[in-house]
């Protein structure tokens, strides 16, 4: 597996990349069904078509004969704030491999390709959130070199 598989997503996606935002949702869901209702999805296709055109929020797909991987991003800048200094952010908003190809390095090809784009496009930094639980993600993560900028935290009531 490598960057050579990793592109831009394109209309054409759409359907593979519904197919996984079910499994991502389904992911959520079993964690914390008190937030995540089941068998839906974050975007529908129009707008997920829209995401697509949109270069603040670019989606990259990993392409081995069919998508069977995604990563969602969002660029954001600070300008001129009161209180942060100026910064050039790329989130990534959820990354997905498909569940039968998990472990052939499909994610690690998506989060090294979204790394090198931040740094193209001359971002400071790259961040993402993971729920609590989600030990998966978090050791992914961890193993790509991420450290924890947050946490944020919640009381049930």
């Given at each position: 597996m490598n960057d050579?598989?990793?592109?831009?997503?394109?209309?054409?996606?759409?359907?593979?990349i519904i197919e996984l935002l079910h499994q991502v949702n389904m992911v959520h869901h079993r964690l914390r069904p008190d937030l995540f209702k089941p068998?839906?999805?974050?975007?529908?296709?129009?707008?997920?078509?829209?995401?697509?055109?949109?270069?603040?929020?670019?989606?990259?797909?990993?392409?081995q004969g069919e998508v069977i991987g995604h990563a969602f991003c969002q660029v954001t800048e600070v300008h001129n704030h009161q209180l942060l200094e100026d910064i050039k952010t790329l989130y990534i908003d959820d990354i997905c491999v498909d569940e039968a190809a998990r472990g052939?390095?499909?994610?690690?090809?998506?989060?090294?390709?979204?790394?090198?784009?931040?740094?193209q496009i001359g971002c400071r930094n790259v961040t993402l959130n993971v729920w609590e639980?989600?030990?998966?993600?978090?050791g992914f993560y961890r193993s790509m070199g991420m450290k924890v900028q947050k946490i944020g935290m919640e009381i049930l009531l």
């Open positions: 050579n598989n990793v592109r831009r997503a394109e209309i054409k996606d759409t359907a593979r068998y839906t999805t974050k975007y529908n296709e129009k707008e997920l078509q829209t995401l697509m055109q949109d270069d603040s929020s670019p989606i990259f797909v990993f392409e052939q390095h499909v994610g690690k090809a998506l989060y090294e390709h979204v790394c090198q784009y931040a740094r639980g989600n030990d998966a993600a978090m």
